[in-house]
């Protein structure tokens, strides 16, 4: 059974860092595209980083670039996402996905429809 957990959330005031943690099990997802995603409270769910499968590519929602960075230990079936200058409207439950399709780099990475697999997520809040 696949399953992907998410890890590292937790309460930080602004301005500061949290490193979120995905470990894949039940397959391996080196050859997979990997995302985070967030979702705050009365709001929709938003993509926030995309890697692809071989970390050769990133991308990310204009409210993070400069301050966010999506990386994978395919070794370690992890992918993680490292947050600095972290804001109160950062304040989301953080989750990650996987798409299934392997060596494949979506052009509609931002979509999540697009990933088949998904965590339960982990709660980020930023206080002011």
């Known amino acids: 059974q696949v399953q992907l957990v998410e890890s590292g959330g937790g309460l930080v005031q602004a301005g500061g860092s949290l490193r979120l943690s995905c470990a894949a099990s039940g397959r391996t997802f080196s050859t997979n595209a990997m995302g985070w995603f967030r979702q705050a409270p009365g709001k929709e769910r938003e993509f926030v980083a995309y890697?692809?499968?071989?970390?050769?590519?990133?991308y990310y929602v204009d409210s993070v670039k400069g301050r966010f960075t999506i990386s994978r230990d395919n070794a370690e079936n992890t992918v993680y996402l490292q947050m600095n200058s972290l804001k109160p409207e950062d304040t989301a439950v953080y989750v990650c996905?996987?798409?299934?399709?392997?060596?494949?780099?979506?052009?509609?990475?931002?979509?999540?429809?697009?990933?088949?697999?998904w965590g339960q997520g982990t709660q980020v809040t930023v206080s002011s």
């Open positions: 996905a996987a798409d299934r399709r392997t060596y494949y780099t979506s052009k509609s990475y931002y979509k999540d429809v697009e990933y088949d697999y």
């Open positions: 890697i692809s499968w071989s970390g050769g590519r990133t």
